[in-house]
């Protein structure tokens, strides 16, 4: 899996576990999917099931897992302590791995129309993917719950949803689908049975009552329990971390002499969370990530993969790794340009391109310029590091060095990913014609092969420009021994950004949805008026050094 998106569909069953095994079956059944986690609770009466996997098949994982929810779950006859408007009540997409929030969008309005036409499920879209500022807020979207959106959806026109008719599913409700960054789902439990204390925290800690800006919480009585709970919803976890969400309830509590008895995480939580809480409590001084094992043992492991050739049938785009000794330069040509399959790397690429097939083609030529960018980049972080001279900027220059590598590795697999996206719509482009379902196949299937197309392109354009701002970090701490490879580098990654941009709007002019190419024509615009003015920078800084 290449590209990953996390899907984190929220079910109204938290009682039956054998209903929630069967939600989960459908999910795991779906090729390109992975499940992550799973978690019922029954004071809430609600299941989380957290899962990832290819964008397609993440959507086809969630639709299947509604049928059986329409199957199973009737809201007539469910009560909890969570809001609810459906039996799916909450289908939320997340851009893990080269996929951006845009493409979550849009395959929110993919599972939406399908949960809308094939069971006639009337869909709210909510977060990044709302049609309508009113819409945004979650909680905005179940307002009134089922039973106040069976009464409200056909009389008014506020509450229309975006898809599928103005009628409610008599046993299934609505469901919210939307586009969101990652969230963690967290509860505080209190050392006390009442409720109204409970509610009162979550009004002091909620952005919305005054507290912590992307903090949503609510009050919940956990009754098998006999206490309560501040049940807690952190949308950006970086601007409000857990530790101060955690320490503000705290606090809160101790005003009605009440304690906090235990916390707890719904679903799955983002390491760096936690790593930020491990910094505020422990004051480590000079915590970073590099300092986790497991961090630091996958970047090894994924420096040394990048330098493995891919897999038989696909492009080979890595020299093999030359000894760390002295070489005479002859030799070291000899075996850049050797016949021996363990350097043919170089040729076959170029081999490849020139071959008269469209793929590989520009897209797979531009990633890998950008590719080469982030190169020159960590080597002049490498030229840089260890020298005494350059001690006070270590830190800087060993966090610029690992945001290259990986831009470096993302690009080189997007080499391939390019080639292949590219047959894709060619094998589309061959599909038959000639009855007017075949056409109409064809026409979706080259719609699909596009878009996966141009938000690839997309991201290659977002890694070139990320490779140029940290090449213009890098000319203010590296060596200026190599400072012409980082303006080479600079130059490279701006051809990358340009030239993506040629092929995302070629592709950009084989659809019909107006606004979508308008957004991404403003995306690549500002991509490329604030790119060209870091690489005019580094140039000029270059010219001040070294004047023509």
């Known amino acids: 899996m290449n590209r990953i998106v996390e899907c984190v569909p929220n079910f109204s069953e938290g009682r039956d576990a054998a209903k929630v095994e069967q939600l989960v079956a459908a999910i795991a059944a779906v090729p390109d999917v992975v499940l992550l986690a799973h978690e019922l609770d029954a004071n809430h009466h609600r299941s989380v099931i957290t899962f990832a996997g290819e964008p397609e098949a993440v959507v086809e994982a969630a639709v299947r897992a509604a049928a059986v929810a329409v199957e199973l779950i009737d809201l007539n006859h469910h009560l909890g302590e969570h809001p609810r408007i459906g039996a799916l009540d909450v289908l939320p997409f997340v851009p893990l791995q080269n996929v951006t929030m845009e493409d979550c969008i849009e395959l929110a309005h ?17 977060e990044r993917a709302a049609s309508q500022s009113s819409r945004v807020n979650l909680a905005d979207v179940r307002r009134g719950e089922f039973e106040g959106l069976r009464e409200d959806i056909a009389t008014d026109p506020e509450r229309e949803p975006d898809y599928g008719e103005p009628v409610i599913h008599p046993t299934a409700g609505a469901t919210a689908v939307g586009a969101r960054a990652p969230l963690i789902a967290y509860n505080v439990n209190l050392g006390t049975a009442d409720l109204n204390i409970a ?42 971390p857990l530790f101060r969400v955690f320490e503000l309830v705290r606090r809160e509590a101790e005003r009605y002499g009440v304690p906090v008895v235990g916390s707890e995480i719904v679903g799955l939580v983002p390491q760096a969370a936690l790593n930020a809480c491990a910094d505020f409590y422990l004051r480590i001084e ?24 891919a897999r038989p049938g696909t492009l080979h785009l890595m020299p093999p790794p030359v000894e760390a000794q002295p070489v005479a330069l002859t030799s070291v040509a ?14 076959t690429f170029c081999d490849d391109v020139a071959a008269g097939t469209l793929a590989p083609g520009g897209g797979s030529v531009t990633a890998y310029a950008g ?27 060993r966090e610029i060095l690992a945001q290259l590598e990986q831009l470096s590795a993302d690009l080189r697999v997007a080499v391939a990913e390019d080639a292949d996206s590219q047959e894709r ?52 701490v590296g060596n200026p021994i190599a400072f012409a490879d980082l303006t080479t580098g600079a130059q490279l ?41 870091v690489a005019d920078g580094i140039e000029a800084q270059f010219f001040q050094m070294y004047p023509r």
């Open 110 to 126: 993919q599972a939406g129309e399908r949960l809308a036409r094939e069971l006639h499920i009337p869909v709210y879209l909510y």
């Open 493 to 533: 990654a701006l051809t990358a950004l340009r030239s993506t941009s040629y092929q995302v709007l070629s592709n950009l002019g084989a659809l019909s949805d107006e606004e979508f190419t308008r957004l991404r024509r403003l995306e690549l615009d500002d991509l490329l008026v604030r790119g060209q003015e």
């Open 334 to 347: 000899a075996e850049f340009f050797d016949e021996s399959a363990d350097a043919e790397w170089l040729g």
């Open 199 to 240: 509610r009162k925290i979550a009004q002091a800690v909620r952005g919305s009552g005054g507290g912590l800006q992307f903090v949503k919480a609510l009050g919940i009585d956990l009754k098998d329990r006999n206490q309560v709970q501040v049940s807690l919803n952190l949308v950006n976890y970086e601007a409000s």
């Open 286 to 309: 000079n915590f970073r990530e590099g300092l986790i094992l497991e961090k630091r043992l996958q970047e090894a492991l994924d420096e040394r993969a990048s330098r493995v050739s």
């Open 371 to 397: 590719a080469l960018a982030a190169a020159l980049g960590a080597m002049v972080c490498n030229l840089t590091l260890g020298k005494k001279k350059y001690e006070e900027v270590e830190h800087e220059t």
């Open 425 to 476: 719509m060619v094998e589309a482009m061959q599909l038959p014609r000639i009855t007017e379902a075949e056409r109409l196949a064809r026409i979706s299937a080259i719609e699909q092969a596009t878009r996966g197309l141009i938000g690839l392109r997309m991201r290659v354009a977002e890694s070139s420009f990320d490779t140029l701002e940290l090449l213009d970090e890098l000319a203010e």
